[in-house]
């Protein structure tokens, strides 16, 4: 009964190519978000979905490209993936999140170590 | 912008030494302030949080005061364990957004 599930927990590919991660979560939370943490374990947002509609969008090139089909899923899709890339992906996701909602904590996933080759 | 700043590890103990980890903020609004945790291969847990000024947070002999006057969300815990061996990190949340803000994450490590 994982919350936050991504799938694949490994991906390794070579330059140029293009993946997807996916990301369920049976929280019946309304937002979802994806974090890349670098090699030095810092983590930086790069979209957050609620109810379906893209409300963060940080600034991330725009190879990478969330879709939200219904608001238990947020699946990312990388183009032309560059050495740059290889990173921890992580999915999580939340109740709400403006006003008095903001202090709802955010549930992750186990990630996804992508490595470029 | 908002930011958390953490102090740099690693930071290493030996079991049942006291812990601190240093945490620092800077946020335009009122944030809810959050402890992680990253066991080795995992992903991130919450650990404990605090929404409001002098609130504590506490789980698994870990706390953290919300100080709004320092601007501070220090974490504690009287006697670690080997099995706290982890990446801590400090975020925040501010009331207008969606997105937390992370620091840059402090490992421990614990010895017996």
């Known amino acids: 009964d994982t919350a936050v599930s991504q799938t694949p927990k490994y991906l390794v590919t070579q330059m140029g190519n293009d993946k997807s991660i996916k990301c369920e979560q049976n929280l019946g939370h309304d937002t979802m978000y994806w974090y890349k943490q670098d090699s030095k374990k810092f983590l930086k947002i790069m979209f957050s979905?609620?109810?379906?509609?893209?409300?963060i969008n940080e600034t991330v090139p725009n190879r990478f490209s969330p879709k939200s089909p219904d608001k238990a899923h947020l699946n990312l899709h990388i183009n032309s993936l560059e050495l740059g890339d290889s990173a921890v992906y992580f999915c999580?996701?939340?109740?709400?999140?403006?006003?008095?909602?903001?202090?709802?904590?955010?549930?992750f996933g186990d990630g996804t170590r992508l490595s470029i080759l | 912008g908002n930011s958390v700043t953490q102090m740099e590890g690693p930071v290493t103990l030996s079991e049942e030494a006291f812990l601190t980890i240093n945490c620092t903020y800077t946020a335009t609004g009122y944030p809810s302030l959050f402890w992680y945790v990253q066991y080795p291969g995992e992903g991130l847990q919450l650990l404990l949080k605090?929404?409001?000024?002098?609130d504590k947070g506490s789980n698994k002999g870990f706390e953290a005061t919300y100080r709004k006057e320092t601007t501070s969300f220090h974490l504690e815990k009287g006697s670690v364990q080997v099995s706290d061996s982890a990446v801590y990190f400090c975020?925040?949340?501010?009331?207008?957004?969606?997105?937390?803000?992370f620091g840059t994450g402090t490992r421990l490590l614990v010895s017996p």
């Open positions: 979905y609620n109810n379906k509609e893209l409300i």
């Open positions: 605090a929404t409001k000024a002098d």
């Open positions: 975020a925040l949340r501010d009331t207008g957004f969606q997105k937390l803000v």
């Open positions: 999580a996701s939340s109740q709400g999140g403006t006003g008095t909602l903001s202090n709802q904590p955010q549930h």
